[in-house]
């Protein structure tokens, strides 16, 4: 046997033009992402102070530190804190898992569409965003309050004599965000469903396997990867979500969203709600990575 060709080497002559690719997406990075983090991690470092802006930063004159360590300790210390981040976990696990739920089958019925309708189905399910987000859950406060359109259609029906209490709680919450983050499962799974090989479902019925049985062993495995880029792509920013929980949920739904923006506009403590905003970023890192790599495998 003839041994295999030599690779070429890479001319050098790339590398320039390489780097005038990339560096421009460094720059980007580097200017409103790095520079970012880093001023809000030296925000967290310092103390707080009534001046303004109400923080000392860690360094002083000279590049001596006087920065503290004291916001942390208070976060992995203070129960309210603690509680607000696991809160906000449950909250944000829950959204994703109840959007996979109503969005799988949505995916799976645009996937099996004829391809003239595909697009019209995907256009409906991104029809809510054409509307503003404020302005969507402004109509759920409408729908959900004691006088709103649900408590006087059960009225008119009989079904209810005095109005449920439906806003300002759990219910109403999620409901909010799984309103919003639907979208966010239903892309990505189609995407997966899109690219399977229908003739393996076909293979399998043929076998005599019952609907079910195809659905758990062969549709559902294929789209693995799509299942699991679509929960954490609901999950990352359920985790900080502030807007929904404070207008519809209720007032002991104190999530790391709402601590966060007590802290700084309420309290005015910068280097704790920092601290916060840095702690609930590192949570959310290997969510991030795990989406990341499940987005390369796909490709």
Excluded: K
């Excluded at 707080?48 to 006087?66: R, S």
């Excluded at 503003?132 to 004599?161: C, H, K, M, S, T």
């Excluded at 609907?211 to 990352?236: H, K």
């Amino acid at each position: 046997m003839r041994d295999p060709a030599p690779s070429l080497p890479v001319p050098r002559r790339l590398a320039p033009r390489r780097l005038a690719i990339l560096l421009p997406a460094w720059a980007w990075l580097a200017l409103f992402v790095a520079a970012p983090a880093l001023v809000l991690l030296g925000i967290a470092l310092g103390h707080y102070d009534t001046g303004v802006p109400p923080f000392q930063p860690p360094f002083g004159p000279g590049g001596a530190w006087q920065g503290t360590f004291a916001n942390f300790v208070a976060i992995a210390t203070d129960p309210f804190y603690r509680d607000s981040f696991l809160r906000s976990l449950l909250v944000a696990f829950v959204t994703a898992s109840l959007c996979l739920l109503i969005g799988y089958p949505m995916a799976l019925a645009i996937a099996r569409a004829p391809e003239a309708r595909r697009t019209p189905l995907l256009l409906a399910v991104l029809l809510p965003f054409w509307t503003g987000f404020l302005i969507r859950v402004g109509a759920w406060i409408g729908l959900l309050r004691d006088e709103g359109w649900l408590n006087g259609v059960l009225r008119v029906l009989g079904v209810i004599e005095a109005p449920l209490p439906l806003l300002y709680t759990s219910l109403a919450m999620y409901v909010g965000m799984v309103h919003a983050y639907l979208p966010f499962a239903v892309l990505p799974l189609y995407a997966t469903l899109a690219r399977r090989d229908p003739a393996l479902e076909e293979a399998a019925a043929d076998l005599g396997a019952r609907p079910a049985v195809v659905f758990l062993t062969v549709t559902l495995p294929l789209s693995a990867p799509g299942v699991a880029a679509a929960f954490l792509l609901v999950f990352i920013p359920a985790a900080g979500e502030f807007v929904i929980p404070d207008l519809l949920g209720p007032p002991e739904a104190q999530l790391v969203g709402r601590v966060l923006w007590g802290e700084f506009f309420q309290n005015r403590d910068w280097p704790l709600a920092a601290a916060l905003a840095v702690v609930l970023l590192v949570v959310l890192i290997l969510p991030i990575r795990l989406f990341q790599r499940l987005e390369a495998e796909q490709r």
